[in-house]
């Protein structure tokens, strides 16, 4: 019968326990594995240990982060786009209000009249203000 020779090598990296500080070795691949998935793993005298949180599980938790953010910043800029038209439509408005009295266009009434401050305060007054009687003008 023919024997062959099979070599395997392992390579392994030493840890320190974190209940007891005991030294000892785990293969690469093993402790490779903990960091990924997050599992508890056992030192020799059966204390359990575990790395942190596993490297999937951060980048699962900035993932998650950074939709929130992007959620935050679009709500953002929405809100920004409707302050800024809103400006824009009552500067817009008050611009043609300013022009409509000019021309001495009553706002209230949309009435044209030479003056038109007597006409607001005689016709327009506030709820619950007498009206103010003006002199009539001469020609």
Do not use: W
């Amino acid at each position: 019968m023919a024997r062959g020779v099979v070599r395997v090598e392992v390579f392994l990296d030493s840890l320190e326990c974190a209940n007891c500080g005991i030294d000892f070795a785990l293969p690469q691949n093993f402790i490779a594995q903990r960091r990924d998935d997050g599992s508890t793993f056992y030192c020799p005298s059966g204390h359990r240990n575990v790395f942190g949180n596993s490297l999937k599980q951060r980048l699962v938790a900035e993932q998650d982060r950074n939709v929130a953010l992007q959620a935050d910043l679009d709500r953002t800029r929405r809100a920004r786009l409707q302050a800024e038209t809103a400006v824009l439509d009552k500067t817009k408005e008050i611009a043609r209000m300013q022009r409509r009295s000019r021309a001495g266009v009553c706002q209230l009434c949309h009435r044209h009249f030479v003056n038109v401050e007597q006409h607001v305060a005689t016709k327009h007054p506030e709820p619950g203000v007498e009206p103010k009687r003006f002199p009539k003008e001469e020609k």
